[in-house]
């Protein structure tokens, strides 16, 4: 417990005498440092956060929270299972599709797609409200019209506009295994933009029941696809699905489906957590440097304190205190500016660019042109925690130095 006598000493040792200027001044080096550090933590975690949620969004605004399909690929009582998965707690919508892959030509051009064959009634409350559409409507995919609705940048590769035709060349299975290529003829009828290379330059939108015509299997559908009240909670909604429909039933989410990503992401913000650990490290080693300096200034301070009956714990308290002082008034101010900065980063951003005159993310070059945010509470503990355990055991090397003055050889020629 430190007593009031070493909190008076140590918090003394902290305002700076004439002579002592040069270790005041390390010492203020020290404390920006270690804010300046935590800070940069804090807004580069919000950050990578802000692209997290921003991938994912675009990621499941084509695509699904889970999916539960037949064992075989094929699933043959589509609307019973859907009706099911509907009811499964924590889903919010289910839609069946027909997945296909193949080739889409228009003229001479000839691009790889992937088609998902959608019901009008059933994927307006899955993803209605998400999908981006340019032109067109999902009304429009009405069994037997042979539309199609492409991705922004395929249907510009394909250099095709509303009404103009295209031809689907699809592998078909065929009854002894093998595969028969099937050319179909759909109709542009629309446009969406996902806001994502994956999905805008490969993926196609057509009726359900025109895609199971294409490879053949009649009535039946591919999968049935769902959307959870929370997406975080999709891995759980899917293993409650699994063992609840039984061995002829697989099931899928989107953690799984685009793991990739996301493990891409984590390694990305460890990476980054590290290197800008460094900063509050470097500020670390100040604190050790500057208090190393003021025990040697201090030597016959600490000689008459362990003359007038301190001990030797005491003195260590008392470097202790001058250090986390100065360590923890860092830790507090970099949590209030990361704080400020990660909140207003998607703001700051734009006035930046227009007084330097440049843009951080081109449109012309990236999918997501603002800087996107999003502070974790978790993050700024962690962070703040750890910088706290760090410039605390970085007091306590010259603490110790400290409490092994010997009074009698330090005030001999005194």
Do not use: C
């Amino acid at each position: 417990m430190i007593s009031p006598v070493e909190l008076f000493v140590g918090l003394r040792y902290l305002r700076a005498k004439r002579r002592t200027r040069f270790v005041s001044f390390i010492t203020l080096i020290s404390l920006l440092g270690i804010a300046l550090g935590v800070a940069a933590l804090i807004v580069i975690l919000s950050v990578m956060n802000g692209f997290e949620g921003e991938l994912r969004n675009r990621l499941l605004s084509m695509s699904t929270h889970g999916y539960a399909a037949g064992a075989g690929g094929v699933t043959d009582d589509w609307r019973t299972l859907q009706e099911t998965v509907a009811a499964e707690p924590g889903v919010a919508a289910a839609a069946p599709f027909v997945q296909m892959e193949g080739m889409i030509q228009s003229g001479r051009d000839l691009e790889p797609v992937m088609v998902h064959g959608v019901v009008p009634e059933f994927e307006t409350a899955m993803s209605g409200d998400v999908i981006n559409l340019l032109e067109g409507s999902l009304d429009s995919l009405q069994p037997g019209s042979r539309n199609i609705i492409l991705g922004r940048l395929l249907a510009y590769d394909l250099g095709v506009r509303l009404g103009d035709g295209v031809v689907l060349l699809i592998p078909r299975p065929t009854g002894d295994g093998s595969l028969e290529p099937r050319l179909e003829r759909f109709v542009l009828s629309g446009v969406f933009e996902a806001g994502l290379q994956e999905h805008d330059s490969v993926l196609a939108l057509t009726s359900a029941r025109d895609a199971a015509d294409v490879l053949g299997i009649g009535d039946r559908m591919t999968a049935i696809r769902f959307r959870s009240d929370d997406v975080m909670a999709a891995p759980a909604v899917s293993a409650s699905l699994l063992s609840s429909l039984g061995d002829d039933i697989v099931t899928s989410d989107w953690t799984v489906e685009n793991a990739s990503y996301f493990r891409a992401i984590r390694l990305e913000k460890m990476m980054m957590s590290l290197i800008l650990s460094l900063i509050i490290g470097v500020a670390a080693f100040n604190i050790v440097a500057s208090l190393v300096m003021v025990v040697t200034d201090k030597t016959n301070d600490i000689a008459v304190l362990r003359t007038l009956g301190m001990k030797a714990g005491g003195v260590v308290r008392v470097f202790f205190v001058q250090g986390a002082v100065i360590g923890w008034a860092g830790v507090i101010l970099g949590v209030l500016l990361g704080v400020v900065l990660a909140i207003y980063a998607p703001d700051i951003a734009p006035v930046l660019e227009r007084w330097f005159g440049f843009q951080i993310m081109p449109g012309d070059v990236y999918y997501v042109t603002r800087i996107p945010s999003e502070l974790e509470t978790a993050d700024v503990v962690t962070i703040a925690v750890a910088a706290f355990l760090l410039t605390s055991l970085a007091t306590l090397y010259p603490a110790r130095r400290a409490a092994l003055v010997n009074p009698a050889a330090a005030l001999r020629y005194e």
